[in-house]
C-alpha cells in the first residue's frame, strides 16, 4: 500500500520546482536517511536552502517540516526490515544517554497523541464496547501484547470478551466465522501491519460488524473498514516499536468503561476479591 506522503509527493510532483523535485526524489529514494534530518539538514543534502525544504512541506499541504518529518517517519517503519531499523536507531541515538533518549520520546509520543486523538471517536468507541453484544479483540506480533492486556481487563468486568488467537489465517477466520452486525472487533496494528488482523477486520466489516482500530494513522489499512479510529503515535525504537501512546489509550477506554458501569464492575470485583481471597490467588503480606 502507498504511503499518503507518497501519494502525495508522485501526484504534484511535476508541479514542483528544480530544488523541491530534488527534495521529493531523496524522500522516495532514501526516506530511510531522510526520516530523521532537521530541514536544514536535509536541504544541505540536497543542496537547497532551509527555506525551501520548509516551503516544500507546506506545498504538500502540511502545517510545517515537523509534520511532514513525522510521516517520513511512518514511511520507515512501515518498510524497511528488522536490520535496517537497528541501523535507523544507531544513527538516531548515536553514543547519547539511550534510556534517557528513549523515555523522552515516549513522552513525546504521548503528548502528541493526546493533543491530536479525535475525542468524539474515543468516546463513541466506549460506548459501542458496552453496547456490544460480543467484543472481539486482535492484535498481532508486537501488538499481540495490546489485545492480550486489553482482554485481560475487560474480561474481568464482562463475559463476552474474546480475545482472537492470530497465529495463522485460518485460525483467526475459526475464531470469527460467525461475527455479526450485534458484535464488535477491536484490532490493533501499527507498522509493519499484520495481515492477519487486515483480513480480520475486512470481513468483520463485510459481514456488519462494528469495527473499532487502533492504529497509527488514518491511512492504517486497519482504519479503511472501521468506524471508530483511534489514532497514537508510534515510534521506531530499534528493532521494535515504542506502544506506550496505544497502551495509554487502552487503559483510558478501561477508565471510562468502569465509570460508566460503577455498579456492575463493583459487584463483579467484590465478589472476585471474595474468591481471589478463598483460593489464594495473590500472596498475601
Known amino acids: 500500500m502507498e504511503n499518503d506522503i507518497e501519494s502525495r509527493i508522485r501526484s504534484q510532483f511535476s508541479e ?15 526516506y530511510d536517511k531522510a526520516a530523521y534530518m532537521t530541514a536544514a539538514k536535509l536541504g544541505e543534502m540536497v543542496q537547497v536552502s532551509e527555506s525551501t525544504v520548509v516551503r516544500f512541506a507546506l506545498e504538500l499541504g502540511y502545517e510545517g517540516y515537523p509534520e511532514l518529518q513525522r510521516a517520513v517517519q511512518e514511511l520507515v517503519r512501515a518498510k524497511l526490515t528488522s536490520n535496517q531499523r537497528i541501523q535507523i536507531s544507531d544513527l538516531r541515538y548515536g553514543d547519547g544517554d539511550i534510556l534517557d533518549g528513549v523515555l523522552t520520546a515516549d513522552i513525546s509520543k504521548i503528548k502528541y497523541t493526546l493533543e491530536n486523538i479525535d475525542r468524539a ?30 482482554n485481560f481487563n475487560l474480561r474481568l468486568i464482562s463475559e463476552n470478551v474474546f480475545l482472537i488467537q492470530a497465529h495463522s489465517k485460518g485460525e483467526v477466520f475459526e475464531q470469527i466465522l ?24 475486512k470481513y468483520a466489516h463485510a459481514q456488519g460488524a462494528v469495527v473499532a482500530s487502533l492504529t497509527d494513522s488514518t491511512m492504517s489499512p486497519i482504519a479503511k473498514y472501521a468506524k471508530y ?33 460503577r455498579e456492575q464492575v463493583t459487584a463483579r470485583f467484590d465478589k472476585l476479591e471474595r474468591i481471589w481471597d478463598e483460593y489464594d490467588v495473590y500472596a498475601k503480606r
Open 229 to 261: 479510529v483511534l489514532t497514537a503515535q508510534s515510534d521506531m525504537v530499534s528493532y521494535v516499536d515504542s506502544l506506550v501512546a496505544p497502551l495509554s489509550i487502552l487503559n483510558a477506554i478501561i477508565v471510562a468503561i468502569t465509570k460508566t458501569h
Open 16 to 30: 514542483f520546482s528544480k530544488g523541491q523535485k530534488k527534495i521529493a526524489t531523496v524522500i522516495l529514494d532514501n
Open 178 to 201: 460467525d461475527i455479526g452486525p450485534e458484535d464488535m472487533l477491536f484490532a490493533i496494528s501499527f507498522p509493519r501491519y499484520s495481515t492477519n488482523v487486515i483480513n480480520a477486520v
Open 121 to 150: 471517536s474515543f468516546h463513541a468507541a466506549v460506548d459501542a464496547i458496552v453496547k456490544a453484544k460480543r467484543l472481539f479483540i486482535i492484535g498481532a506480533r508486537s501488538t499481540a501484547s495490546l489485545a492480550s492486556f486489553f
